[in-house]
C-alpha cells in the first residue's frame, strides 16, 4: 500500500471517529474556553498587554488542549485491540502514524480557529490584521505538536501512567517550536510584519517540522512494532 | 513455498521466554490447530506469524516474505481476542474501512455480499457495540475474510459464542478452508477445534511439543493431546 | 578486567587533576575583574562538555540497540544518559554558584542556563519514561526512541533559546587571543578526568544494569519452578 493513501486513510478514519463522538474535542475546546477566562481574570489585562502576552498564551493553551486530543488519539484503538489489527493490515507504520498525525492536527487547527475569536472578543484584540502569515504559523507550530505528540502517544499508549506521560516527555522536546511559535504569535497578532527576525524563527519552525518528521518516519516501525 | 516457515523462533518479555526455539511449517491449505494450554505461547505466536510483534531471535517466513513488510502483510488476515471493530462506526463502514486497508477493487461490493454472508445486511447501518457477541465475531470475521487472505491467523475464535453462533463461525473457516484458505487457529475448544483442523501444533511452555497430523485417535480423545507433551490431561 | 579499567581510568584522572588543581590555584592569577572565583570555570565547562559527550553516546548506544536489539548497548545508554546528567546538574549548579558573585544573582533566564535547563528537564523525561515501564525490551525500545528524538533536539534548543536572550559571556573557546594560553590549556585538560570519571561511573552504572538483569532472570526462574 501507497504511504500517502495508507495516511490518508487512517487520518479520514480518525476524524471521522472523532467528529462523530467529539469526545476529545468537546473536552480540549471547553479546556481552552476556560483557560483563556482564567487567564483573562489572572491578568486583567488592557490591549496593549493583551496583544504582548498573546503569543505566550494562546500557545499554552493550544498545548495543553493537544495533549488532550493526543491522549485520546491511540487511546481510541485499544478497545476491540483495533490497534493490533491495524499493525497487522498491509498498512505501514510510517503511515499510520502520519495518518494519526494528520487528524490530530486537523483536529489542533479545530481548536485553535475556534479559540481565536473567543480570545479576540475577551481580549479586545483585533487578532486578524496579519492573519496569512499567522495562519502559517498555526500549520507550522501545530503540525509540530501533532507529529512529536504522535510518536509518543503511540509509545506510551500500552502504558499504566500514558496520560502522565506525554506531557512529560513531549513539553520539552517542543520547546524551540513553542517559542518560535509565541514570538512569532504575539508580532502578528500585533499587526507587526514579517522582518528578517521573524523570517529567522519561521525558518525555525520549518526546520523543526522537518527534523521532526523526518525522524518519525525513519523510527516508524520501531515505535508501533515491538 | 510453505505458507508458514519458523526457524529457531524466540520472543523475550523481558526476561521471560514467551516462545523458545519454535521451529515449524505449514505447508498451503492445511488447517492447523494451535494447541496448548494458558500461557503456552499460541498468542504471541500468532502475533509474531502476523508481524505485530517482532521475533528476539530466529527466522520468519509468510509465503517466503517476512511479515514485517507490508507487502507480506496483505496476504494475511489476523483476528485476535478482540474483534478489531470500532465501535464508532457501523458495521457498513468497519468492512469498507478493511476493504480499503486491503486494496480491494470494489470495497463497496465487497462490503455488501460479506455483510449478506454472515447475515448482517439489515443491520448495516448499526454499530458493533450494539451488537451481541456471536453477531460481533461474525461481523469480525467478516472483516478478516473479506480480503480473501491466504492465510487466516485466528486466536481462539470460538470461545465464549453460544451454540448457533459458533456453528456459523466454524462454516464460515471451513468453507475457507475449502478455497484454499491456510488457517492457524488457537483454541480451548478440543473436540470442536479439532473437527476443523487437519493438524496439529502443540506449544508446552513456548516449545513446540507435538507438530503433525490430526489423526482419528486424536478426534476420539481429543484431551489425550496433551499427553503428547508428557504432561498428563 | 572491570574493576582494573576502572582503577587505570581513575587513576589518570587523579594525576590530571592534580597537576591542574596545582596549576589552578598555585600559578594562575586572579582575575582582573571576577577575582578567585573565575577559577570555578576549570570545572563548570569541562564537566558540561562531559555531560553533552556522554548525551551523545547515550543517542548512539540507544540507535544501536534499536539495530541489534541487544540489551547491552540499552545498558550503555541508560547510564550514559544518567551520567550525563550528573554532569549537567553538576555542571549547571557550579555556574550558579559562579554567578552569585560574579552576575550578583543565582539564576537568570540566560541562553546557556536556560538551554541547560532544558536538556535536564529532556533528560529528567527519559528517566520518568524508563521507570515506568516493566518490560525490559520494551523500555530499551522506547528509551532507545527518546533519547534519539532528545538529543535531535539538543541543538535546536540551543540556537531557539539563543536567538531568544542572551546575556551568558560570549563564548570563550575558539576565539584566538580571547584566554590566557595557559588558561586555555588547564581548561582542556581538565576534561580528561572529567571523561575519566565519566567514564568509570558508565562502566559500573552498566554492571548495575547487567547484575539487575541477572536478577530478575534469577526470580524468573525460582518462580517457575514455584
Known amino acids: ?210 527534523i521532526f518528521s523526518l525522524l518519525t518516519a525513519a523510527l516508524a516501525d520501531k515505535v508501533l512494532v515491538g | 513455498m510453505s505458507a508458514v516457515e519458523a526457524c529457531g523462533l524466540t520472543r523475550f518479555f523481558g526476561v521471560y521466554a514467551a516462545l523458545r526455539n519454535v521451529s515449524f511449517r505449514v505447508p498451503p491449505g492445511q488447517c492447523v490447530a494451535l494447541l496448548g494450554r494458558n500461557g503456552a505461547g499460541k498468542t504471541t505466536l500468532l502475533r509474531l506469524v502476523a508481524g505485530i510483534h517482532s521475533p528476539s531471535e530466529g527466522t520468519l517466513a509468510v509465503f517466503g516474505g517476512d511479515p514485517a513488510k507490508p507487502a507480506t502483510r496483505k496476504a494475511i488476515g489476523f483476528l485476535g481476542h478482540g474483534s478489531g471493530l470500532y465501535d464508532e462506526l457501523s458495521a457498513e463502514e468497519n468492512l469498507m474501512l478493511a476493504a480499503k486497508v486491503y486494496e480491494l477493487p470494489d470495497p463497496a461490493a465487497a462490503t455488501r455480499r460479506w ?101 482419528a485417535a486424536m478426534l476420539a480423545n481429543p484431551a489425550g493431546v496433551y499427553e503428547l507433551s508428557g504432561d498428563a490431561a | 578486567m572491570r574493576s582494573k579499567l576502572i582503577l587505570a581510568a581513575l587513576l589518570l584522572a587523579a594525576l590530571v587533576l592534580a597537576r591542574n588543581l596545582y596549576e589552578i590555584f598555585m600559578v594562575l592569577p586572579d582575575d582582573a575583574e571576577q577575582g578567585a572565583v573565575y577559577r570555578i570555570l576549570f570545572f563548570h565547562v569541562p564537566a558540561l562538555w562531559a555531560g553533552m559527550l556522554a548525551f551523545f553516546t547515550g543517542c548512539m548506544a540507544g540507535i544501536a540497540y534499536l539495530v541489534k536489539k541487544d540489551l547491552t548497548q540499552d545498558h550503555l545508554s541508560v547510564a550514559s544518559i544518567e551520567v550525563g546528567l550528573m554532569f549537567s546538574i553538576v555542571g549547571t549548579v557550579m555556574g550558579m554558584v559562579w554567578a552569585r558573585p560574579v552576575w550578583g544573582i543565582w539564576w537568570t533566564w540566560d541562553a546557556r542556563l536556560t538551554s541547560m535547563f532544558i536538556c535536564i528537564l529532556l533528560y529528567f523525561g527519559y528517566l520518568v519514561l524508563r521507570r515506568a515501564v516493566p518490560e525490559t525490551h520494551q523500555r530499551a525500545r522506547m528509551s532507545a526512541i527518546f533519547s534519539v528524538f532528545a538529543f535531535a533536539d539538543i541543538p535546536i534548543v540551543w540556537y531557539s533559546i539563543r536567538w531568544w536572550r542572551t546575556q551568558h559571556p560570549q563564548p570563550i573557546v575558539g576565539e584566538p587571543g580571547a584566554i590566557d594560553p595557559a588558561m586555555k590549556n588547564v581548561l582542556y585538560t581538565n576534561l580528561i578526568p572529567m571523561l575519566c570519571i565519566a567514564a568509570a561511573l558508565i562502566v559500573i552504572r552498566m554492571h548495575q544494569e547487567e547484575i539487575s538483569l541477572q536478577v530478575e532472570r534469577l526470580r524468573r526462574k525460582v518462580n517457575a519452578h514455584a
Open chain 2, 115 to 215: 455483510l449478506e454472508r454472515v447475515e448482517l445486511d439489515r443491520l448495516a447501518r448499526s454499530r458493533p457495540g450494539e451488537f451481541s457477541r456471536g453477531m460481533r465475531q461474525r461481523l469480525a470475521l467478516a472483516r478478516v475474510l473479506l480480503a480473501q487472505p491466504k492465510l487466516l491467523l485466528l486466536d481462539e475464535p470460538l470461545t465464549a459464542l453460544d451454540d448457533r453462533a459458533s456453528r456459523m463461525v466454524r462454516d464460515l473457516l471451513e468453507e475457507a478452508h475449502a478455497a484454499g484458505t491456510t488457517l492457524l487457529m488457537s483454541t480451548h475448544h478440543l473436540s470442536e477445534g479439532m473437527e476443523i483442523a487437519t493438524h496439529i501444533l502443540l506449544l508446552d511452555r513456548g516449545r513446540v511439543a507435538y507438530s503433525g497430523e490430526r489423526t
Open chain 1, 1 to 210: 500500500m501507497n504511504v500517502w493513501s495508507g495516511a490518508l486513510l487512517i487520518a479520514r478514519k480518525d476524524l471521522r471517529m472523532e467528529l462523530r463522538s467529539k469526545d476529545a474535542l468537546n473536552a480540549a475546546v471547553a479546556f481552552s474556553l476556560a483557560m483563556l477566562l482564567l487567564f483573562s481574570f489572572a491578568f486583567d489585562p488592557d490591549s496593549d498587554q493583551a496583544r504582548e502576552i498573546a503569543g505566550g498564551l494562546l500557545w499554552l493553551v493550544f498545548t495543553f488542549a493537544g495533549t488532550l486530543l493526543l491522549n485520546r488519539s491511540f487511546a481510541r484503538e485499544l478497545p476491540n485491540d483495533c490497534l493490533e489489527s491495524l499493525l497487522a493490515s498491509p498498512i505501514p507504520a510510517v503511515s499510520l502514524l502520519f495518518g494519526k498525525a494528520a487528524a490530530n492536527w486537523a483536529l489542533l487547527l479545530i481548536v485553535e480557529f475556534l479559540c481565536l475569536p473567543v480570545f479576540g472578543i475577551f481580549y479586545n484584540i483585533s487578532w486578524t490584521r496579519q492573519i496569512r502569515m499567522l495562519a502559517v504559523v498555526l500549520l507550522l507550530a501545530s503540525w509540530g505538536i501533532a507529529v512529536v505528540g504522535t510518536v509518543f502517544g503511540a509509545l506510551t499508549v500500552n502504558l499504566r501512567l500514558r496520560e502522565v506521560m506525554l506531557p512529560v516527555l513531549v513539553y520539552p522536546i517542543l520547546i524551540p517550536s513553542l517559542l518560535a511559535a509565541i514570538l512569532l504569535s504575539a508580532h502578528l497578532i500585533g499587526g507587526q510584519p514579517m522582518n528578517e527576525d521573524l523570517e529567522a524563527w519561521l525558518r525555525l519552525l520549518v526546520g523543526f517540522d522537518i
